[in-house]
C-alpha cells in the first residue's frame, strides 16, 4: 500500500520465475498486476509483463530486457519500455547500474509529476538511469537507489529520485521489506511520482534464493585434513540456508548433503591428496562453483571448482 | 491489447516450465550404455581402472551430454591416463596419475610431467601436480609455474606450503591482480621464506 500527493492507494502482486536450466544466460519473466484508487475518483488496474536475457559471470553480470503493459481506467493506456543493466559484487556488496526508455499513451501518469505533458501531446518516451547498492549481512539486506528521468517525447523537465529498503530474514522463506523515498512515475503499471514509505512481505518457494540472479558463483569452500585422513569440507553459506550440498571427485559425482554446526555448514569425507574438482550447491539450486575457487570448464563445457588437499 | 498480454503471459508460463532439451541420458549407469561399455572393455585393456572413466562418464550424464560426446570424452580420458602413467613412471601415491591427466588436458606436455618426476623420483606429486594446474589455469605460464614448484619440491617444502601456492594465488587475483604480477609476487615471497619442517596433518585453512 503507498499514498501519493493525490491521496492514491494501490495494491500490487508480483511473480517471478527463473528457468533453472541456463546457469550463465537466464532468463527472468516476470509479472505485475496492480489494483489502485485515487481518492479524487480515478480507479483502474494495471498488468504489466517482463522479460530478461542475462549474461552473468563470477562476479559481474549484464542484461537487456522488455516490458510491455496496460493500464485500464476509464481508457486503456498501453506502454513498452526497454531496459539495459549491469551488476557487479564485491563480497557482500552488489552495484547495479540500469538505463531504460519508456513510452506510453498514458498522459494521466505523467500529470503531477516532475516531467509534465506538453500541451496536445498523445505519445510520451521517458529514458531514465538508475545506480543501486546492495549490501547484505546477516539477516538484512540493505539497498540504496538514486537515479534521474529525462523527458524525450512530449514531455518537458527532468526529475530525480532516490529510495532506501532494508529486508529482514524473518525465516527461511520469508522477509520482511521496509523502504522509503521517491520515485518517478511507472508508465508500466500507472504509478504516479511518489514519496512513500512502505512495508511488505516477500515469500520465496526456494529458501534463501536471491530473486534476482547473483552470478554463478556459490558460497566459499574450505577443506582441512584431520588427523584421522578425512577431510573436513566447510562451506560459507548462510546458516539460514534450507540445505547445502557438496559433490565432486571425492564423492564419485553424488550429491552429498552438509550438516549445520553451529553457523557452519560441515561434511567430513575420505579424500585422497591432490586435486579434487567440486560443486556446490544452495537450497536445491544450481550446481555452482565456490567463489574461492579455481574455475575450469570440462570436456563436456560443465564448469567446475579445483580445490587442491593437501 | 489485452488478448496479447494474456498470450505473452501463457507463452512465457510454458516456456519457464518447458524441461530444456539436452542430451540422450542424463541418469543411469554409464556401464549399461553398449557405447559406453565399450568404451570401458577397451580401457580396461590399457590398465585405466573403471572408475576413473566411470567419473568422466557420470560428469557428461549430469551435463546431459549426448552419448557420443560421452565416449569421446572417456577415450580422451582412458588415454591421457595412460601417457600420465608412463609420464610418471614410478607412481609414488594414489591421485598422481589423475593429477596428470588433468594436466595434460590443460594442455602441459608430456614431457613436463617427466621431468617433475625425474626430480623427485620418490615423492607423491599429487599435490604439486595440483597446484600446477591451479597456476596454469589462471593464466602463468607452464615453464613459470613448474620451475617454482619444482624449487619448492627441492627444497622439500611440505605438501601445504605448495598447496598455499594455488590458494594464495587465487586470492591475489580476486584483489584485481594479473596473473604474471601476481605470480612473481608470490614466487618471491615463498622462495624467499626459509624451509620449514615437516607440517603435521592437521591443518587450519587460512579464511580471507
Known sequence: ?310 | MKHTILRAAVLALVIAVLPPATGAQSTGDPAAVPQLKAELDRAAKLGVPAEFLLSTARRGMMFGASTNKIRDAMRGAADRYVTAREALSPVQAEGEIGAGADLLQANVTKNALKSLRAAHMTRSLAVPLGVLQVLVSKGVPVKQALATVNEMLKRKDSDTRIASLGTDMQGLLAQGLAPSAAFDALSRGVLSLPQSPAVGSVLAPQRK
Open chain 1, 1 to 310: 500500500m503507498s499514498g501519493d500527493s493525490v491521496a492514491a492507494a494501490q495494491l500490487l502482486m508480483g511473480v517471478e520465475l527463473l528457468p533453472p536450466w541456463a546457469e550463465h544466460a537466464p532468463i527472468d519473466i516476470g509479472g505485475v498486476w496492480a489494483l489502485y484508487g485515487i481518492a479524487e475518483g480515478d480507479r483502474g488496474q494495471s498488468r504489466a509483463l517482463y522479460l530478461r536475457q542475462h549474461l552473468m559471470g563470477d562476479r559481474h553480470g549484464l542484461w537487456v530486457g522488455g516490458a510491455i503493459g496496460q493500464i485500464d481506467r476509464a481508457t486503456a493506456f498501453a506502454s513498452n519500455a526497454f531496459d539495459a543493466g549491469a551488476w557487479i559484487t564485491r563480497g557482500p556488496a552488489r552495484l547495479t547500474a540500469v538505463v531504460s526508455t519508456t513510452t506510453s499513451n498514458d498522459r494521466g501518469v505523467f500529470v503531477h509529476t516532475s516531467v509534465r505533458p506538453k500541451q496536445f501531446a498523445e505519445h510520451f518516451r521517458v529514458a531514465d538511469a538508475t545506480l543501486s547498492l546492495e549490501y547484505e549481512t546477516g539477516r538484512f539486506e540493505l539497498q540504496g537507489t538514486t537515479g534521474g528521468r529525462m523527458a524525450l517525447h512530449g514531455l518537458r523537465g527532468s526529475s530525480v529520485f532516490g529510495f532506501v529498503s532494508v529486508a529482514w530474514r524473518m525465516a527461511q522463506t520469508t522477509r520482511l521489506v521496509f523502504s522509503g523515498g521517491s520515485q518517478v512515475a511507472d508508465p508500466l503499471r500507472g504509478t504516479p511520482e511518489w514519496k512513500f514509505v512502505s512495508a511488505g512481505i516477500r515469500i520465496s518457494r526456494s529458501p534463501g534464493v536471491s530473486a534476482i540472479p547473483r552470478g554463478p558463483a556459490a558460497p566459499p569452500l574450505y577443506a582441512q585434513r584431520l588427523i584421522d585422513g578425512r577431510v573436513r569440507f566447510v562451506i560459507d553459506a548462510p546458516y539460514s540456508s534450507a540445505s547445502v550440498e557438496v559433490m565432486g571427485t571425492f564423492t564419485d559425482w553424488k550429491s552429498v548433503e552438509l550438516d549445520l554446526e553451529g553457523t557452519q555448514w560441515v561434511v567430513t569425507l575420505p579424500a585422497v591428496p591432490g586435486p579434487h574438482r567440486l560443486r556446490v550447491r544452495v537450497n536445491g539450486g544450481e550446481w555452482r562453483v565456490p567463489s574461492n575457487l579455481t574455475v575450469q570448464r570440462d570436456e563436456f563445457g560443465a564448469r567446475y571448482g579445483i580445490i587442491v588437499i593437501p
